[in-house]
Structure formats: C-alpha cells, structure tokens
Nanobody
C-alpha cells in the first residue's frame, strides 16, 4: 500500500518560515516526479512546486523565490521550505507522487498575526 504522509503544518506569522515534510512508503519514488499542491477554502487545488528525479525543481510565480522543494531519496521524504510566508499562503498543503497519481491527506498551514 502506498502512503504519503504530510507533516509540519502550523500557524505562522506573516514573514515567517515553515518546513513541510512528506514521508513516502510503499513505492520506490526515486525515479518519480514529486510535488506539492495547496487548496484554500472554496478554492481549487493549485500547484505549488515540483521536483523531478535528479532534483530539478519548478515553481509557479506565486511562490518562486520564497518556497523551495527538495527530496531525500534515502529517507523517502520530500520537503517544502516556505519562507517569507504571506496570509494568502494559508491553505491545506498536499504532497503528491505526480508520476503515479498518489496523494497524501494534507497538512494545514495558516499564516496570520
């Protein structure tokens, strides 16, 4: 059984930082493209970051320069470093094995003073 388990979501002040983790089990994801997505209440799920096998990242303009995706294949873990967060970053953040179509259950990030 493939499982993706996100952690690290929290309440953070604007301008602060947070690191999300996604622990993957049940699949060898070293050759897979992995990603982070987010969904705010009443909104569609949006793409946040992708990292391909070999570590090549990609970001939309909304988070470029503030967020950083990385992967540790030895630990079967994908990370999302979030810096200079804004209230509009508030959402449930989901990890995805893009290559295989698997999703985690999400972790809540709230940016508020």
């Amino acid at each position: 059984q493939v499982l993706l388990v996100e952690s690290g979501g929290d309440l953070v002040q604007p301008g602060g930082s947070l690191r999300l983790s996604c622990q993957v089990s049940g699949t060898d994801f070293r050759s897979h493209s992995m990603g982070w997505f987010r969904q705010a209440p009443g909104e569609q799920r949006d793409w946040v970051a992708t990292i391909h096998a070999g570590g090549i990242p990609a970001y939309p303009p909304s988070v470029e320069g503030r967020f950083s995706i990385s992967r540790d294949d030895a630990k079967n873990t994908v990370y999302l470093q979030m810096n200079k967060v804004k209230p509009e970053d508030t959402a449930v953040y989901y990890c995805s094995d893009i290559s295989m179509g698997f999703w985690g259950q999400g972790t809540q990030v709230t940016v508020s003073s």
